[in-house]
């Protein structure tokens, strides 16, 4: 082919002509040609085969399974850790939360130490046996998976919910209707379901004086006359308190139905400075005074006549 091409270029068949200038330029721009790496064909050849191809796209059903698979684990992750949803089972809490309500329950505090506060509206597995008689459901397949995930209550979980009305250290009393006085403070209490009267006339738990021991809470339903709770299980092993182990966390919100949606704070009747003062604090408060009244009498300049003090030097 080359000799043709000579050939062609001479008009004639004989020696070949030296190379002209024309003809060194073609080498000269094959040879820069060759020395690139970026042209489809130079990557061909170093590579001896054809070029790389981009990686094709993975089909959106491939990925499904995938992404099912995170959502799954994110959830439960979430359910254990963070927050996970109740249904409202009974009319215990109305006028707060009405039968069929689903609250979203923050797990999260509790990982740090938290402790339950007056106020709040807590989810507490079963202490000993509240429950017994109660109906229990029979979930199906898919009623099982999506509790499993958290986006359903579980029916094996044996849980109530209830507002704390003290804590370990209050005093918390009941007489007559009311009002509830905790550490001697009555309560305004608006949440009570209108109707009833903050205390119940009865003689099975209504009436009481009870105080909170450490770790454990007392929790009331805000539809008064129409919730068994710490009232009436005060015969029982933890004598109606709930061990703050048993807490599973604080309802922070109503997430559905959506007409319904609301936020559960802490009413204000709670910020009025109900706290008891601790035994220690107590004999701390008295034995100031005291400590007080002695050093001054100690340190008082020495009178003529004491015998038991001299002149010269201050009590130590």
């Given at each position: 082919?080359?000799?043709?091409?000579?050939?062609?270029?001479?008009?004639?068949?004989?020696?070949?002509?030296?190379?002209?200038?024309?003809?060194?330029?073609?080498?000269?721009?094959?040879?820069?040609?060759?020395?690139?790496?970026?042209?489809?064909?130079?990557?061909?050849?170093?590579?001896?085969?054809?070029?790389?191809?981009?990686?094709?796209?993975?089909?959106?059903?491939?990925?499904?399974?995938?992404?099912?698979?995170?959502?799954?684990?994110?959830?439960?992750?979430?359910?254990?850790?963070?927050?996970?949803?109740?249904?409202?089972?009974?009319?215990?809490?109305?006028?707060?939360?009405?039968?069929?309500?689903?609250?979203?329950?923050?797990?999260?505090?509790?990982?740090?130490?938290?402790?339950?506060?007056?106020?709040?509206?807590?989810?507490?597995?079963?202490?000993?046996?509240?429950?017994?008689?109660?109906?229990?459901?029979?979930?199906?397949?898919?009623?099982?998976?999506?509790?499993?995930?958290?986006?359903?209550?579980?029916?094996?979980?044996?849980?109530?919910?209830?507002?704390?009305?003290?804590?370990?250290?209050?005093?918390?009393?009941?007489?007559?209707?009311?009002?509830?006085?905790?550490?001697?403070?009555?309560?305004?209490?608006?949440?009570?379901?209108?109707?009833?009267?903050?205390?119940?006339?009865?003689?099975?738990?209504?009436?009481?004086?009870?105080?909170?021991?450490?770790?454990?809470?007392?929790?009331?339903?805000?539809?008064?006359?129409?919730?068994?709770?710490?009232?009436?299980?005060?015969?029982?092993?933890?004598?109606?308190?709930?061990?703050?182990?048993?807490?599973?966390?604080?309802?922070?919100?109503?997430?559905?139905?959506?007409?319904?949606?609301?936020t559960l704070p802490i009413p204000d009747t709670f910020d009025q400075g109900l706290g008891a003062m601790a035994p220690g604090a107590l004999g701390l408060t008295g034995a100031v005074p005291l400590v007080l009244?002695?050093?001054?009498?100690?340190?008082?300049?020495?009178?003529?006549?004491?015998?038991?003090?001299?002149?010269?030097?201050?009590?130590?």
């Open positions: 082919m080359g000799d043709l091409a000579v050939g062609a270029r001479s008009g004639h068949d004989g020696p070949e002509e030296p190379e002209r200038p024309d003809d060194a330029a073609a080498p000269a721009a094959q040879d820069h040609t060759d020395a690139g790496s970026d042209s489809p064909d130079a990557g061909t050849r170093e590579n001896g085969g054809e070029a790389d191809t981009p990686r094709k796209q993975r089909s959106f059903w491939k990925e499904l399974p995938l992404l099912v698979g995170i959502a799954l684990v994110l959830a439960l992750l979430i359910k254990t850790f963070l927050v996970q949803a109740f249904s409202i089972p009974s009319d215990s809490m109305q006028n707060t939360l009405q039968q069929g309500d689903r609250v979203l329950v923050d797990k999260l505090t509790p990982w740090f130490g938290s402790q339950p506060s007056r106020g709040e509206v807590v989810v507490f597995h079963d202490p000993d046996n509240w429950l017994a008689g109660e109906p229990t459901s029979n979930p199906n397949a898919l009623q099982t998976a999506l509790s499993w995930i958290g986006l359903m209550p579980s029916a094996e979980e044996k849980d109530l919910i209830k507002r704390v009305v003290g804590v370990a250290g209050d005093t918390i009393e009941c007489r007559g209707t009311g009002p509830l006085t905790v550490n001697g403070k009555a309560l305004n209490e608006p949440y009570v379901y209108p109707g009833n009267t903050p205390c119940s006339v009865d003689e099975q738990g209504g009436q009481f004086k009870v105080t909170v021991p450490a770790g454990k809470i007392w929790v009331m339903g805000d539809h008064r006359q129409n919730s068994l709770d710490s009232r009436y299980h005060q015969q029982d092993r933890n004598q109606g308190f709930v061990p703050v182990g048993n807490v599973v966390g604080r309802a922070i919100v109503i997430a559905w139905p959506p007409t319904r949606w609301d009244w002695r050093r001054r009498r100690l340190t008082t300049p020495p009178t003529a006549g004491n015998p038991r003090v001299s002149g010269s030097r201050t009590a130590g």
